[in-house]
Structure formats: C-alpha cells, structure tokens
C-alpha cells in the first residue's frame, strides 16, 4: 500500500492516508506496526462522521528512515505537526507506543488534542520488565533480528485472526527489509516511555482506555489498564480473548470508544 499523502518534516517525510469528513482524528501505530493496522476501524470511524488520518512511523512503511530521533517525543512533535497541516484540533487514537506520543502531544499542547482513545497503551515502562526488554534488544542484535520480531509480532494477535491478517503480517515484514528501516526499527525499539508517564499528570483531555485482556506485554493486562485509567481519571475497557492490537481485532469496541469520547457527537 502506498501513500499519496506526505507530511514533510526537518529530517524526512511521514507517509499518511486521509479519509472522510469531519472532526479530525489522526491514528498512530506502534513499534514495528503499521498504518494499515487501522484498516478495520478507519471505515467505522468515517461511517461515524469523522475524518480519519492513518500514519506510518518514522522508518516504517512509506516513511523515511532518516530521522535521529524514533521515541515518543519525537512522535509527538510528528502528531502535532501533522494535526497543524490537516487543521485541528484532532482526537488522538495511540496504539502501544502510539499512547505514550498521544500523551506528549495532549500535555505539549492542550488547545490541539480533543480527547484521546489509548490502545494496548504505552505510557510508562513495563514494570519489573527490565529482563524481557534486555532480551528483545539482545535478540533484535542477532542475524535473526527479524525472524525475532516477527516471531513476537505472532504472539501479539492471539485467538481469532482478523481478516487479512497473513496479507498484512507479510507486510510488516517487508518493511523490515526496506532500506534503512531495520536500523531505524532497531533505534525505536529503545524508546523510553518515561518522558510519557512523567507528562501523564498534566492531561486534561477526555480519556478511555482499551486493552486486549490476551495482550502479553503485560504480567497482568487489567492491572496495568485500570493504573493508566487511575492516573489519567479515564474510563478503562478491557476486551476478551483479544492482544496487543484490539484496533484490529475488535474494532467495533475501539470505535465506540472514540464516539464516548467524542460525546457522542461526531459532527
């Protein structure tokens, strides 16, 4: 899939896809994922009355991979500038690394950031995880870094597959071996969540919070989304038999999130 839409920024371009009219709402993937992971939930959201923007991250899919910074930060600022061209003020939906940005972004500045949907959130590191995450670095070093990720990414959709799940894993491997992508995979992967849970005080947006009860990047999914939803005063849904990517998995609960958000007013 390739994009006709393209945010230029110092260092390179994001690619981008815009569909639907309305209030904007920009979609941000997470490590290794990519903007077609919404490609269940842009429809239901353009059906509800928004505008729906889906982005690939820095050195993923059509993005450049020419950037010196691949963290939240970094994907913040990209959120912002992206919500500046298309006209805001937007609703965020970030999945995984794409929650800690969407919080930046909501305390960065507050007048762009409507509400915010966070998705198998990210906003602080795992704790207790410090092991786990040295072994997936360790790994990712290895000549087979990217069967490793790849082996990972499987787990991260447990149960019910969505449709065109193979035609879009293929995908997210391809990007691995797009020049420069590998390495700017690998820099993302060391992202720090910090500087989002040292921001998660400062959000005023209305707030829910979706996590897969399945996702295995957590000891306990419940515990860690009912943390977030305390620090962020927002209401949590937990949804069964359903991982890391519930804007794939179950998208229906994903949209309706965004409508509760939204007050239920769309338009």
């Not at 061209?85 to 007048?111: C, F, H, K, Q, T």
């Not at 906003?123 to 072994?135: I, K, Y």
């Not at 991260?156 to 193979?166: H, L, N, Q, R, V």
């Not at 040292?198 to 990047?217: K, S």
């Amino acid at each position: 899939m390739r994009s006709n839409h393209f945010l230029r920024r110092p260092e390179g371009r994001l690619a981008y896809d815009l569909d639907g009219e309305g209030p904007l709402v920009v979609c941000l993937p997470g490590m290794g994922e990519l903007r077609s992971s919404y490609r269940h939930l842009t429809p239901l959201l353009v059906d509800a009355g928004f505008r729906v923007a889906t982005v690939d991250l820095r050195g993923h899919g059509d993005s450049d991979a020419t950037f010196s910074a691949y963290d939240d930060v970094a994907l913040a600022s990209d959120t912002l500038a992206l919500i500046d061209e298309l006209g805001g003020p937007a609703y965020l939906l970030g999945n995984s690394m794409g929650a800690g940005a969407s919080v930046i972004a909501a305390a960065d500045r507050p007048e762009a950031i409507q509400g915010l949907v966070l998705i198998g959130p990210f906003v602080r590191n795992p704790p207790g995880g410090m092991l786990g995450t040295l072994m997936l670095r360790l790994a990712l070093l290895r000549p087979w870094g990217r069967a490793a990720f790849m082996w990972f990414y499987s787990k991260w959709t447990p149960g019910a597959k969505p449709e065109g799940y193979d035609e879009h894993t293929a995908a997210v491997a391809e990007n691995l071996h797009r020049p420069g992508h590998w390495k700017a995979f690998v820099r993302t992967s060391r992202t720090s969540h910090a500087p989002a849970e040292a921001r998660l005080g400062e959000v005023r947006a209305p707030t829910i919070v979706v996590m897969g009860a399945d996702d295995i990047d957590w000891k306990d999914p419940a515990v860690e989304a009912a943390w977030v939803g305390q620090r962020l005063d927002a209401k949590v849904v937990m949804v069964s038999e359903v991982g890391h990517y519930p804007q794939a998995q179950a998208p229906e609960q994903v949209a309706d999130a965004l409508v509760q958000v939204a007050g239920g007013r769309s338009a």
